[in-house]
């Protein structure tokens, strides 16, 4: 079989429940260009993985790092490192998912599409249908669920909010090779917002505005939808420990962007990141005119309420 364009990288940790109909998704795919690496985060996964690989040779790959990660964070920068730059394609995938038998061939059309010149960085991302345990529909747009608009993709704009779900997300090889250049950059907010902002910056995210997965909700989920126009969360976006906390690591992983790519980038998007680190020393007024001058404001009213009063 000739060398597949796309590399799918699983990370599973605890993962037994859910990860057979995951992998099942995947061998349903209505197209062959591509292969599995499957990693564990532990042992209780470890069976299910190495079934499926004895099963699927041609298609499937379970590695065993003998690391332990701690996060899905790491334990992606990790394959991606190690498992995604001798492929021309990567994509991310959780293990409890299920995957809608088209998405990696919607997903990699579109890339072509969007992928102008393949020396530059693209990543495109889609949307996700919200389900639940048993995968009945909970809502057919994670985006419009969460009130997010999977097109803010500037570097400005992502710099303060990230509208990327890893689980959507199709990388190329430029852009693979610029983020694991990053390792395991312990302020890194999530992989899937570095890579966008690595993409925003030097070269293209897209969005394509169609749902490719079912997104299953469980008490487990690390991350998860949310009802953003619900009472309990409009609250939460008022709270101000938890304004305060994803403040601090979106500034804290502005600093290390600009760290790691500075030679790279533009003097505006120097300054977008200069002037997020400013908001940590500077008066109410100097951070309010900042977030204009800059604009570094998120969407939504109850988002942007909560960078005026806690920013």
Known sequence: MEKPKVTVLLAAYKGSRYVGAQIDSILAQDTDDWQLILSDDGEETVPVLEAYAKAHPDRIRHIRSGERFGSAQKHFMYLLTHYGLETDYVMFCDQDDVWHPDKIRVTLEFMEAEET????????????????????????????????????????????????TGCTVMI????????????D????????????LIAAAFGKAAFLPTATMDYRQHKSNQVGAKDAGSLRYLLSRLNGSYVLDMRDGTLVQAGAFLKLYGERMTEEQKNDCRAMLG???HGKIWRLRALTRHRLWKNTLPRRLGQVIYW
Do not use: I
Not at 122 to 146: G, I, Q, W
Not at 172 to 183: D, K, M, P
């Open 117 to 164: 010149d393949p020396a530059l960085p693209v990543l495109v991302h889609t949307d996700l249908k919200v389900v639940d345990e048993e995968l009945e529909e909970m809502a057919p747009s994670f985006l419009r669920f969460s009130k997010m608009d999977g097109s803010r993709l500037a570097f400005h704009e992502l710099l303060v909010q990230n509208v990327v």
């Open 172 to 183: 190329n090889h430029s852009l693979a090779v610029l983020a694991a250049r990053a390792g």
């Open 185 to 196: 950059v312990p302020q890194m907010m999530m992989h899937d917002w570095w890579m966008a």
């Open 279 to 281: 908001l940590a020393s």
